[in-house]
């Protein structure tokens, strides 16, 4: 398999933790996403919307989204579970994969954050106070639902899951942006729990060999 993934890229990130914790052997390609390398060229063939990641399956097959190529792994890898397989747990840990991919990630995303720079003129600590706003918006929400299920060792369970390869990369993102993490207990609590588990490590931005300040 074929990851394309950028170090900092949140969502590449979610993928590098599944195929970690399923221990899937893969080879990783670097798309620039600084330099503008996910909007042309060959890999605009490869991803439509012009991002990162994007698998090349053993057969060739191209999958892209995030929350797709997890769906894909959980399948051919089913050995370590994403997902639960009671239908309501399962639903809970979409839950909260979907709330951080989809009402998240796309408002805070680098070519949203570009379209307010540029053509719609909005400066630096507007962006940035934009940033906060659905950081602090969508890990609130977060927080609710956590506390709401319980206080298991990860998201929902004593294994990690989809919600942690999605919840880690989000905390990481909102930390490098200096947003405020203390009113999200819970939230942390799980993040720096997975922060100790091997797979989270080597899927760790700083970890990759793309990685530089
Ligand atoms: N919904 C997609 C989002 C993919 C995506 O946009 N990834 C970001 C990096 S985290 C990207 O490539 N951004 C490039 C850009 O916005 O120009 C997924 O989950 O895979």
Redesign the pocket.
Known sequence: MILYS?FN????Y?VRIALALKGLAHELRT?D?RAGE??AGPHRTLSP?????VLVTDEGEVI????A?LDYLDRIAPQVPLYPADPVQRAHVLELALLI?CDI??LN????L?YLADPLAVGPEARSAWYAHWIAEGLGAAEVLLQRRGSSTYCFGDSPGAADCCLVPQVANALRMGCDLTPYPRVQQIHATCLSHPAFQAAAPERQPDHRP
Do not use: D, W
């Open positions: 950028f890229s949140s969502t590449s979610r798309v996403i996910q909007y919307v012009g991002g990162v990641p892209t989204q995030s929350l190529i991919s990630h796309p995303n680098l070519r949203a570009k």
